[in-house]
């Protein structure tokens, strides 16, 4: 048979979006240009990446129903330990402690939450009888079980990265109630969270105004341990220069956002085509947390506009084929994985246009990273083997289908 199994739909996005990652990569990468004294190697190590991610997608898109739930709990255990691992063994990148050996368990934990969650959430009521405390109340210890499979990655995730946090928050959420969570239940859970936000958001409001009390004195930031990213959190949050961004002067502060503007804007009305970016050189990040802007300012508002559908039309064509199924661990995992991905790349552009403060999250599977490339690939696997077992399943009804009808007919 084929060497690329699964919905063709979902092969073809993901070598859209292969081809535009390598394209891409080739015109953003000029300042790891400089760094590396040599034109071509930042590419090949970003193609690198990409033909080991290729692979890892050819290996998950065979894997049985069984292998997958198995997976599961190991993506998930993996993630949990490479992330207690974090302030032992971790490496700061930006200010934040995030990788541990070149990979980011907040790029694990992503994959392996989602996995856990729906199997958590598709296990029988007889599974759970099993423990005494799910007794008391199957479905409430249920319900909190779940919420502690999130938390447990989410909180020590939350202290480094905010983004990332919240990207878990919002599919997680969006999961237990697309996964049939009792409302009442769903409904505390928001007050609960959306209280504890405006509180974060008050305390940092007040940590804002401290800082630049402090600023003004000339005296350096309080360390605030664990949390001491809520310096940054502020800034971003909050600090909005009274200057019209057009008559600002770039700075370290600054840069990003002033750039990111000009590439857009640059892009009127057609776009600059591929190769001919003006901004590559000046926007940090470029291939990488503001690829986008890149893209962006290259290939107008059309393009730009075509490749953020194709996450949106990845996501479509997974809840397509999730209702296409009776296996409900199949048909919630069909539709977490590309989830929490299209919500990452919606952030990612959100913050490249400007619609929201600065997260530091790539774009799955174009920006430049080992972690995201590799993982986004296992989700791509993951959704290509369910696609594949949807389709048997469905083959099989048909033949059950016709079959009775042969029958009934003698």
């Known amino acids: 048979g084929s060497i690329m199994r699964g919905d063709s739909w979902i092969w073809g996005i993901y070598w859209l979006l292969f081809f535009i990652s390598v394209v891409e990569m080739f015109s953003a990468s000029s300042r790891l240009v400089y760094k590396s004294m040599t034109s071509t190697d930042p590419v090949f190590r970003h193609m690198e990446f990409l033909f080991w991610g290729l692979g890892v997608v050819l290996?998950?898109?065979?894997?049985?129903?069984?292998?997958i739930r198995n997976w599961s709990i190991i993506i998930y255990a993996a993630g949990v330990s490479f992330l207690f691992a974090l302030p032992v063994f971790g490496r700061t990148v930006n200010g934040a402690v995030r990788d541990v050996g070149g990979l980011q368990p907040a790029e694990i934990c992503k994959v392996g939450l989602m996995m856990a969650l729906c199997l958590a959430m598709t296990a029988s009521d007889e599974f759970y009888y099993r423990f005494s405390i799910f007794r008391k109340n199957v479905k409430l210890y249920r319900y909190l079980f779940y919420l502690l499979i999130a938390a447990i990655v989410a909180l020590p995730i939350l202290t480094q990265n905010l983004s990332t946090a919240l990207i878990i928050g919002m599919a997680t959420i969006s999961v237990l109630w697309i996964g049939g969570a009792k409302g009442l239940y769903l409904r505390r859970t928001?007050?609960?969270?959306?209280?504890?936000?405006?509180?974060?958001?008050?305390?940092?409001?007040?940590?804002?105004?401290?800082?630049?009390?402090?600023?003004?004195?000339?005296?350096?930031?309080?360390?605030?341990?664990?949390?001491?990213?809520?310096?940054?959190?502020?800034?971003?949050?909050?600090?909005?220069?009274?200057?019209?961004?057009?008559?600002?002067?770039?700075?370290?502060d600054n840069a990003q956002v002033i750039h990111a503007h000009m590439a857009l804007a640059n892009s009127y009305p057609f776009g600059k085509f591929i190769g001919n970016s003006q901004l590559r050189d000046l926007l940090p990040e470029a291939y990488s947390d503001y690829i986008y802007a890149i893209i962006f300012e290259e290939t107008g508002f059309i393009g730009a506009l075509c490749v953020m559908l194709l996450y949106i039309v990845l996501l479509g064509r997974c809840f397509y084929l999730a209702g296409k199924?009776?296996?409900?661990?199949?048909?919630?995992?069909?539709?977490?994985?590309?989830?929490?991905?299209?919500?990452?790349?919606?952030?990612?552009?959100?913050?490249?246009?400007?619609?929201?403060?600065?997260?530091?999250?790539?774009l799955p599977l174009i920006s430049r990273g080992g972690s995201s490339i590799l993982l986004t690939s296992v989700s791509l696997g993951i959704i290509l083997a369910l696609s594949r077992?949807?389709?048997?399943?469905?083959?099989?009804?048909?033949?059950?289908e016709v079959s009775q009808v042969q029958i009934e007919s003698v």
């Open 190 to 252: 928001l007050y609960v969270v959306g209280a504890c936000g405006l509180i974060g958001f008050a305390a940092l409001y007040g940590l804002h105004e401290w800082d630049n009390a402090n600023a003004a004195e000339g005296k350096t930031l309080v360390n605030l341990g664990p949390i001491n990213r809520a310096h940054t959190w502020a800034s971003r949050v909050f600090d909005k220069d009274p200057i019209p961004l057009a008559d600002q002067t770039p700075n370290d």
């Open 325 to 362: 199924t009776s296996d409900p661990f199949i048909r919630l995992l069909m539709i977490a994985l590309p989830l929490i991905m299209t919500i990452q790349a919606l952030m990612h552009i959100g913050v490249c246009t400007d619609s929201m403060f600065v997260t530091g999250q790539p």
């Open 389 to 400: 077992l949807i389709k048997a399943e469905r083959e099989m009804q048909e033949a059950n």
């Open 59 to 67: 290996v998950f898109q065979s894997l049985n129903i069984k292998a």
